[in-house]
């Protein structure tokens, strides 16, 4: 079972950056076919931010953050990062980690679906005006 852990949440001022860290463990990287992160702000359906197919480095960013987020893994580290530029308030949510082992029939990960089989605690990233 795949075991995710996040960090690099915090705050920061409009147009800050941040870089979240998701550490997997529990299974083979490279046995992973899919990690992605999401968010979700109270109020809000869990939105997919990017997603990244772990074996051949195929990423997928949604368009609310495409140019300004970049999804990139370290497979020697079993971990993804989302760096977060040019941060907005609506940026402001909970950040989670999502891993998926299966690879969906017709492509190469669920995303922007949230059909991902385990997920970490989430880091909350608060943007401010």
């Known amino acids: 079972q795949v075991h995710l852990v996040e960090s690099g949440g915090g705050s920061v001022q409009d147009g800050g950056s941040l870089r979240l860290s998701c550490v997997a463990s529990?299974?083979?990287?490279?046995?992973?076919?899919?990690l992605g992160w999401f968010r979700q702000a109270p109020g809000k359906e869990r939105e997919g931010v990017a997603a990244?197919?772990?074996?051949?480095?195929?990423?997928y960013t949604a368009d609310s953050v495409k140019g300004r987020f970049t999804i990139s893994q370290d497979d020697a580290k079993n971990t993804i990062y989302l760096q977060m530029d040019n941060l907005r308030p609506e940026d402001s949510a909970m950040y989670y980690c999502?891993?998926?082992?299966?690879?969906?029939?017709?492509?190469?990960?669920?995303?922007?679906?949230?059909?991902?089989?385990?997920w970490g605690q989430g880091t909350q990233v608060t943007v401010s005006s």
């Open positions: 999502a891993a998926e082992p299966i690879r969906p029939a017709g492509g190469y990960c669920p995303f922007p679906r949230d059909d991902f089989a385990a």
């Open positions: 990244i197919y772990a074996r051949g480095g195929l990423k």
């Open positions: 529990g299974y083979r990287y490279l046995d992973i076919n899919c």
